[in-house]
């Protein structure tokens, strides 16, 4: 009975994942869904990709939190556009959750739209939120072991994003470790390494969203 009850909540965010998706389609918005432990860089990323590119597209964010505003606070002085979701204990964010969101926003206008998970590796990695794109960020602060403790996020991903590289000269954080681990669990994975600091790296990850913008239109 309590396997039934899971299969059908499952079956219920695939089937809003795919109507929410239908409409970023219809609106041609790039959806790029962030997902990374607590700290890992997920609202810096935003911040630092919205510097760039915001005399440029129209980007919106959704900023998942178990409470508070604090992160949209922040977002607020770079777009108009985001909305916060306090999920009030809930450790991801579902389909429904983003269908409420998108209601308001302008979804017409704009050209990507970054959402920023609940802070976890575990629990998000199941819900399809209708996203084009999925992003694990691992950090160095992290350690380079996350590949092999949390094995599921890093196969279900379109992106590795490695944050914090300014620090790698302080810690013992082992790069061929981390990039062989990712690449056993998905061997055809792009990894980048960046810095949300010092902005390392970032000529790559521009290139990556201006890619899977054009491939949306
Ligand atoms: N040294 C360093 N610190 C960073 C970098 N990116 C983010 N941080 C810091 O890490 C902390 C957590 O970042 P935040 O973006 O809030 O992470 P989130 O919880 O994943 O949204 C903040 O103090 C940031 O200033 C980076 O590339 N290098
Ligand atoms: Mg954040």
């Known amino acids: 009975m309590k396997i039934d009850v899971i299969e059908n ?4 965010n695939k089937d809003e994942a795919e109507i929410n998706r239908k409409k970023f389609r219809e609106n041609k918005v ?30 919106g964010v959704i900023e998942g939190d178990i409470s508070s505003t604090h992160d949209s606070e ?18 991801h964010l579902n389909a429904s959750m983003i269908a409420k969101a998108i209601e308001k926003l302008p979804l017409k206008e704009l050209d990507l739209l970054f959402i920023e998970n609940v802070g976890n590796l575990i629990c998000p990695v199941g819900f399809d939120l209708g996203e084009k794109a999925r992003i ?8 380079d072991d996350k590949p092999v403790k949390y ?41 980048i390494a960046l810095s949300c600091k010092t902005r390392e ?17």
Do not use: H, R
Request: net charge positive.
């Open 74 to 91: 922040k977002i607020k002085a770079f777009t108009n556009s985001v909305v916060q979701i306090n999920t009030g204990g809930t450790c």
């Open 201 to 217: 790296g970032f000529k790559v990850w521009e290139e990556w969203i201006f890619d899977i913008i054009k491939n949306c239109k």
């Open 136 to 143: 694990v960020l691992s950090s160095v602060s992290e350690g």
């Open 151 to 191: 094995p599921k996020a890093f196969l279900k991903t379109d992106l590795v994003a490695l944050n914090k590289i300014d620090m790698l000269k302080y810690s013992d954080f082992n790069m061929n470790f981390f990039t062989s681990k990712v690449k056993e669990l998905n061997p055809g994975i792009k990894i």
């Open 9 to 12: 909540v499952m079956q219920y």
């Open 30 to 59: 790039t959806v790029v869904n962030i997902l990374s432990a607590p700290g890992a860089g997920k609202t810096s990323l935003i911040i630092e990709t919205l510097k760039v590119f915001m005399d440029k597209i129209n980007i």
